[in-house]
């Protein structure tokens, strides 16, 4: 019996983070701010040291949640956005998701950002439209596509037709901006 | 010595179109020069029909109002083409899908762009064919995000000295064909419900028609007439919604049992599903002079996944006949009731007269989505025949004696289930790339697909102005292994002519002329002119990019004979490049990029327009 109890603590003791499930809201402080990332490399004037990041407590809120991916995983189909930048987001109307090139920048807080504002090129404002929880919810699932998200973490099956290796399978996309030659 | 060659073309050409105006202006006679120069000038006002006649210019996208894009010209013949060379270029700067037909008016050649929808004019009469102006509609960015298919525009179309044309932002604008100003900007639908506009107008008289695009996003499809003056909405037809919505009054005699009835736009449908049910108007009108009616099909209905729209979801998928000067209603067939594949119906129907059974009939030919070359009598609507040109395993056929498809038990999709093998696949045997039809033969000219899917059902959610598809597809080759096919058709004897296998889906437009000669460009870049009656290639071209633009041919104020089109792929099937998707994902445009993983490697993007003639 001892060896199983202490496998089970240890197995506890590291997936405490991805099995958790939280019933109320971060406060809003708790969560990470938009205005702490950028999207462009230039900065006026002498360059500055780069902007602190994120406590990462509160970038692991969802990230290192299976819990909060999976959501996130059904959350994108519910809110449309399979149909614009396909099932396993390899794209359509909307750009891939699931390649290495970030138009808007890869970090949770610019995804945030372009799910709540939109961008001016075709990404709706889903501002009021989702709660706050489930965009993050989201942010972690995309961020998944990419392989950016711990493996263990990331889904590793899908309820629908397969149009793609599973999450948990897919290898790191290390993130780079999308070199855009139109729109200005 | 030739009549022709007494003159400068043109200068005949031009003193044949002041002929009706000099009439009507009591005798005044222009000199052959100010002829030559003020085509298109506000003095002369030739009729648009009497325009359409000649063969020099190309004066809507469709060539003329019965969509034939058959052009006498034969001075390219199937004898000489071999020699064709390339004669000028011009970038129009943008990479996204080039699916627009020029258009030549005179001296001036006109190209619309994709967004942000410019409208350029090319002057013809000096070497090189510079730019006289440009002119730019500034549609909102935002609308690039509710395209479903690529950010394209299909043309323009020419009256009485004004281009009109549609922007991505659901906007008709015209324009001063002279100096490039804008006449007048009518809004027409909402970006924010997933509204866009796509389509190539076509002016009847007064009223320029136009239709919404955006089936997969819950629109509801209508169609319009403007007023060409003002811009004024004379009046607007539902796709779908009570019958004082759609324009069906007193006048409206559908052939078939299953249109005739009362407010089948909304009974056919489960309670306020019409209301986003789909039926956009994103393709080809056509007009017969003789009956006085306009023809235009309705396109799928909203969402794809059948289950969740029970009924026949009239009036989608069906093409209507109505009153260009009131919009009324005066027949309507649905080509596929209760659509369980995304096949839309909104390709061309081509006015023709044929001879079927002996008897000579007033036609409309339409090869459609769904693997058939329909034709029906053009004042009743009634199918007089269904003949299979591409690899169907959706549907048995036609059944004459109702008018309705016969759908294969246990290929429906539907929630929580995979159909697999699917033909043909979503973009059916042939899309709204538009077919020629040269009437002296009666040989049809159609760019085909020849793809299949598999389908996945599942819940598609209404959030205005997202998409609304509810259907997992991955799509693939059809049988043989080529995605597409360029596809000669004897339409009176119902029979394939030849066809030439293409590696990609053919989705460029056709052009024949009285010279034998047909042109299309491939995906993978080769503008390609075969023999008409054979099939033959004669003579091809690699362009810089995939071509899925729509050929002309006219007359230059030299008096040649030049043949144009736009490279620069994009579009539903190209999408892939142009929109630089990922071929790791099978459903990458709503499935479509799945069959087009290679794609990347056999073109890359960006818009040219290309003119040929003969040394």
Redesign the interface.
Known sequence: MKPRILLGTLVLLTACEREQRRFQELPAAARPAARDVQVSELQPGPVAAPPSEPAPATRAASEDNAYDVSEGKRLYVWFNCAGCHAAGGGGGMGPPLLDAKWRYGSEPENIYATIVEGRPNGMPSFRGKIPDTQVWQLVAYVRSMSGLLKKDVAPGRSDTLNTRPSESSKARETPRPEEVEQPR | MSYRSRLPPLVLAGLFLLTPGCKKEGGAHPSSAQASSNLPAGTTKPDASKLAEDDGQWLTASKDAANTRYSRLKDIHAGNVKDLKLAWTWSTG???GHEAAPLVVGGTMYVVTPYPNRLVALDLTKEGAPVKWTYEPAPS?????????DVVNRGAAYADGRLFYNTLDAHTVAVDAQTGKELWKTKLGDINKGETMTMAPLVVRDRVIVGNSGG?MGVRGWAAGLDTKTGAIAWRAMSTGPDADVLIGPHFKPFYASDQGKDLGVRTWPPDQWKIGGGSVWGWVSYDAALDLVFYGTGNPGPWNPDQRPGDNKWTCGIFARRPSTGEAVWFYQWSPHDLYDHDGINESIVADLTVDGKPRQVLIHPGRTGYVYVLDRATGQVLSATPFGHITTSTGVDLKTGRLQPVPGMETGFDK?IRGICPAAPGSKDWSPSAFNPETGMLYIPGNNLCE?A?G?E??Y?A?????GM?T?MYAGPGGNRGEFIGWDVAAGKKVFGIPEKFPVWSGVVVTAGDVAFYGTMDGWFKAVHARTGQELWKFKVGSGIIGQPITFRGPDGKQYVSVLSGVGGWAG?IVS????????????GF??AMKDLPQNTTRGGMLYTFALP
């Open positions: 943008l990479v996204r960015p935002s609308a690039q995000g509710v395209a479903c298919c997969e995979t598999d996945q599942y598609a959610n959030i102005g997202t998409p609304y598809v997992n991955k999408a929109g630089e998707l990922d071929p790791r994902d099978d459903n990458i445009a709503l990029g799945g």
